[in-house]
């Protein structure tokens, strides 16, 4: 059975196609920097938002149109399966992620929620024999249930700690079992609303116990995915232990978790964090920590999480400037956290926005790879730093200056000279690449 | 004497071109929709920013590499002054703005600062009359002196009303005498801290008053520049008077001024007030109140007025689609009411920084002129509302319905059906249309 | 039978009361300024809150335990009726708010939603016959069903606007049928998420029609109530065409509809907005535009719509500050239009947030009334403001000025004086007037 | 000489009082906890807001009346001195904080520099001998002249980097020739306005070496007072390296600079984060890494950092909550890192100013140290959590259970009980503290 019958595969027709379900720009067997840009972006579809989303938000219903709508209970779920790798191959991706409780329904007890999880494991592993798409990673949802209401391995009930942990168990074996690149944990509910209710410190050492537990359960089983950390400032408790990046680092450093973790950082929880999507690459990428990418934008005139899919030609190119500068992300990918607005409720709609995203991020590629090639930043910030290369800077550098011997040195300086930043050139000529790079791309 | 000798004539060369120091997209000449693009972009030199700043900060003092540095007085005002004019002439650019301060130093006493700015007028007047370069509006300066320091026309101190008002006075004679073709009020202070200390309607009825003494000096000096109000939300004051357009509507409407003014629209001063640059111009503009624009931007995680050169080319091609679709902007223009970086402090980067500007706006113009050749938006938008064009939609319109007739309408309906906004699909044929614009403009 | 049966009537015990479940500040006999609190201050439970909620989230599910939880369709609605008056009675309120959708489930088709409206409507009609709490408004849920995904009088469907007629008019009658004293328009999802397919002024026009109809039709049926605008500024939609008082007025005033409404101010409105409760609230009283209020309170640190239970002491203070600046609320009423936090699940919970509210508001009255009394701002405003009571300053207020009179004025003035305006001291006081008129009444 | 001829000596008079130059609520020599208030609170006056700043903001000139204002250079600074010291003995507070460019001039080599220092410190040091006041800590201006356009430790020029060690290395020696408590480090600029120009890893590794520079040469002249380092996100620049504590925390571990410094933690820099106050408080605390306040407040409205003196008497409560929970502030202390506002510029807004904010801060302690002695959150936490203390929970928080364990457990669960968080009634208790406890100290 097909659901959608209507779409045809996407395929690459250049930009001046004028066919809608087309790539204009994201050519997967192109070769960038010695690399088929498949095999560089590593887009992955998020089932939640696809597959399992209603389109319903705190002030409205479901308006979702979806060919499984009639549907309920594990016929959904299995509907939900077979449609979903349909989408996969018509869109030609090469990963996928989810949360038990997107897959499949929760049961009346945990037993029963396995049994389910197995039936549907089961049917996804033989879908993925035939096909080429593989699991980016897995999660455990520990916050849509009533009992994670005040958070699960941070929850002040020791059974929900418990079940929790049964949870992300099961998460793992699933993992193991169907290859997971990495396994996920984000925060959900694990921050707090009020002090005055709340004991910090125990809850983040719990935090801690569970991280560990898991690490060792990881290496009992033999599951040699990545384990990701994905930091959220706030949403739904109005602050989440994992606020950002550094928030992350600090608590993974604190408890000797920082060998076991990287970050998967997403654009919409940077920007609700006060930071750019590329500073908390940045922090990452310098730290060692880079994992995966949640690939969506926010709105930065709203307060709360959007997840739009990511067109925003400056957001993705910035951000792969961060990863190819990276080496590329490893074992990571771009996963679509990313839905489709309210008001755009056609099945049509995933598909236009999926596409809308790979180009966004294509461009972004082409433009951060030119401009890398062509040493842009690196030449000016080569130049700007220089006087860290001879003299006083180096030794500053190599460790071998002190107060004392500074001070002498400043002592006998005239009026310093800095250099111009030329921030506004910098953003000119990153509009001439964006603009000149993408021009000849559509000549070729 | 020149000021900037080692920088030449500013000229179109194309994108192609590795001269910095040219413009790459705009092309004043070339026509676009029957017009030159230097007659409709009306580009302007914001007075303040370019000559009289000194890139100090709340946390730092002047860091600015000027020719003119080492002037004081009405020595500093005059060379100001010269390298104006030079600068206009480099840049190509036909208009500039300026509040009296920043042309002349304030004397000490109102008799003084009169005679100041008398000269300097003068001093103007005369570069004007061999210069193409015509003056899109000038204001006064009410927030910087101490007497300001709770306002001007809704000061608590009738004196500071008085005084305010012989500064708007001599405003509009210097208005009148150098042929400006607007006047601005920008409310400074005009607004509040806290309403403990606070008679806001004394304050926003003296406010009236005020605007309504200008109409009537105008009228008796015959100066036919059109009035506009520069809204901004906050800063310095807590709460500014002006919030955004509409409560600058709402206050003319309930004064009877709104046939008298027009606004002038600032991007930064939009995000500030939570509203997309977009939008500001669309409510004006279907109020029938738009006229003039400070063309900048602001960076939406940064709380306060940053006042950067535009370089968003999203955020120059939605703002000249309003524009276009406006008719153009009439007798205002796109004065660059932006600073550079206090990092970008040689003179050099004054000129980068409007090329960065003049650049972005050229493609904003280019590619909101081809979506509007292409209906785009249009044809998309006559099909989403279509179902008011027959039936009981044209009923509504017409004023032909009312709530029984809609009633018994709606009593027959059955499952009501909507159309998806497409709002991905959108957004990804604005990215093409940037791309694509630019690529054809790339072969001229 | 009895939904709250452990539950007590909720009497004021005053502060020393150790009873969790009384009053320790609000006392509805205690007279104020020749009124009675309970007549003053109009306090309303808001249905969809307390009755119809179930404390789900974007991230989560439903968490409130309620005994009526078991059931569904009519039943479950019933239940909720004789439940909700339970509580008035328990916390002797005196009026309750609704929206159609809250009370009955809406049917297959509009007739049979009408027909649940019906029953459900007699059945409260019946209870209020022996019930002190009356309705201080009612309006109709025109943003949760799908056929409202984009708007309901600003939808782009012409069927939906008649829909949208339809259920007001149902809910005009309603109002009449069940006394309402007022009725409340919140624009829900009237407004947009992107320009790209909006057509703002056919929206905005056809919201004018709207509203006009809906006057027309008040007027048919002799319905008296006070037509109410609930300003809020984003959420559901990015941009909501009510953002704030002042946007709501400019609307009103240009579409000649500002004798017929006026404003239902809601705190956590207000600071979406960016501004403060009372900043709203001045707007609104000094225009005479101040209806109702929905008493709540946000965070400020928080970018969505929290509805949190008033308890912020500065708040009410103010607020209630500016109602009786107003002369008191009128036929409006401080209704409670906020929501226990979602971990606040216990039927309890619901007694101890209501009560908390009310206590802060009657703090706040107690506050703002010894201020007023010992013209504590007023004598500071008196004097701030006295040049405009003789001299130059008369000759502003009264019209008598003009731009000539003033510069020959200011040509004459000296160094201008102006006065402190003495904010930390104003705040100081108002911590004393908080604290000192708390401590006096609780030896009262 | 006096500066403040006709304020007297500011006593504690209770709240009664009709001086509004008194105490009402701080009473130094009250013993609190056993401690005398005084010894408790700790209060410091910041000598840059109350002494050498004028109120000029970015959009005005100075407008603060100063008996020192006609002085200039050398006279100036030594005016300052004595004035201050006059202010410290008129307000009874036992410390002061500056940086070096407050107290004395900048000369025209960093050699002119020390001298005009080294008077100035001499000076301070004799008044010290017969004043109770001390100096809680020192710190460099790295910010404000030109030569930091780019930061100090993290500037891109190794001269910039050499003479901000040679400030430290100063700053440093002053503190232990005055005997500070403390010695601060405020970012400054220590940031990026754009990741286009910046090696953020090169910044943050040089910021690491002059850290241990300065560690270093502590030891080498045997200062031993606390290094602290103050978090601030944004402002001047984008993005401060030291945006909050756990990005602070981050840094330090990386480094192993954990051991050599604690936080001096401001309440605005918390909310400009998107913090709480008692937050960053609270992580402090839990990491042990709470070394000292800077006591103001922010308008969570407003988007820059307003500096406010402390009057809301919530932060202050739950401020002090943290603080007496730390068991105090150890060697740090209350500095009134806040400024009147522009408009607030007698001499006596300056005492106005620093009583609202001690009082407040008093008030808060008193309802904190109730809060703690009733064990009003403690007691509520205790047994929110108590699963912890026995069985499953025991073996977690052991370390003695595992996913094996955990998830065995799990499966014989029934439905899981969570305990409400009672937020509504805890914040009633809250506000009923926070009135009855001072209703009881008024009428002591």
């Given amino acids: 059975m097909s659901y959608f019958s209507n779409i045809n595969k996407i395929k690459f027709e250049g930009p001046k196609s004028k066919n809608v379900l087309s790539f204009k720009y994201y050519d997967p067997q192109r070769i960038i920097n010695g690399q088929k840009m498949e095999d560089l972006l590593r887009f992955s579809v998020a089932y939640w938002h696809t597959f399992t989303a209603d389109g319903s938000d705190p002030f409205g219903a479901g308006t979702m149109q979806r060919p499984w709508k009639h549907l309920t209970g594990m016929d959904l779920a299995k509907a939900r399966v077979e449609a979903s790798f349909e989408f996969y191959e018509k869109l030609d991706v090469p990963f996928f992620c989810f949360h038990d409780s997107d897959v499949a329904p929760e049961g009346n007890t945990l ?47 020791a059974d929900v700690f418990a079940y929790s942990a049964a949870k992300v168990k099961k998460g793992l074996e699933i993992a193991k079992e169907l290859g997971a690149i990495n396994y996920v944990f984000w925060g959900g509910r694990e921050g707090y609303d009020t002090l005055m209710n709340t004991d910090m410190k125990l809850e983040q050492d719990n935090l801690a116990r569970f991280f560990h537990m898991a690490v060792d359960y990881a290496k009992e089983i033999e599951f040699d995915g ?31 978790l920082d060998k076991h973790f990287k970050f998967n950082i997403e654009a919409n929880h940077a920007t609700l ?172």
Same sequence: chains 1, 2, 3, 4.
Avoid: C
């Fill in 226 to 256: 990545q384990f990701l950390i994905e930091p959220k400032p706030k949403e739904p408790t109005k602050h989440q232990y994992d606020f950002d990046v550094a928030t992350g680092l600090a608590f993974l450093q604190a408890n000797n």
């Fill in 111 to 157: 037993g029963e929620t396995y049994k389910n999880l197995d039936i549907i494991v089961e049917m996804i592993k033989d879908y993925m024999k035939t096909s080429k798409t593989k699991l980016l990673w897995n999660t455990a949802n520990m916050f849509t249930h009533p009992r994670y209401v005040n958070g699960a391995a941070t929850s002040n009930n």
């Fill in 273 to 444: 964090a006060g930071h750019t999507f590329e500073h908390e690459l940045r922090v990452a990428r310098i730290n060692g920590m880079l994992g995966s990418v949640d690939a969506n934008q926010g709105d930065k005139l709203i307060g709360w999480d959007t997840d739009e899919f990511p067109t925003d030609l400056y957001s993705t190119t910035l951000a792969m400037y961060e990863i190819l500068k990276n080496g590329g992300l490893g074992r990571g990918g771009l996963n679509f956290d990313a839905k489709v607005r309210r008001g755009s409720f056609d099945v049509e709609d995933l598909y236009h926005a999926h596409i809308a995203g790979m180009d966004s991020f294509a461009i972004g590629t082409l433009v951060a790879n030119k401009l890398i090639e062509d040493k842009v930043f690196e030449n000016f910030i080569e130049d700007r730093y220089n006087s860290f290369t001879y003299g006083i800077g180096k030794e500053i550098v190599e460790n071998k200056a002190n107060f004392n011997s500074l001070e002498a040195y400043a002592l006998n300086l005239g009026e310093i000279q800095n250099k111009s930043g030329r921030e506004e050139r910098l953003k000119s000529v990153l509009n001439q690449y964006l603009l000149e790079v993408i021009s000849e791309f559509a000549t070729v």
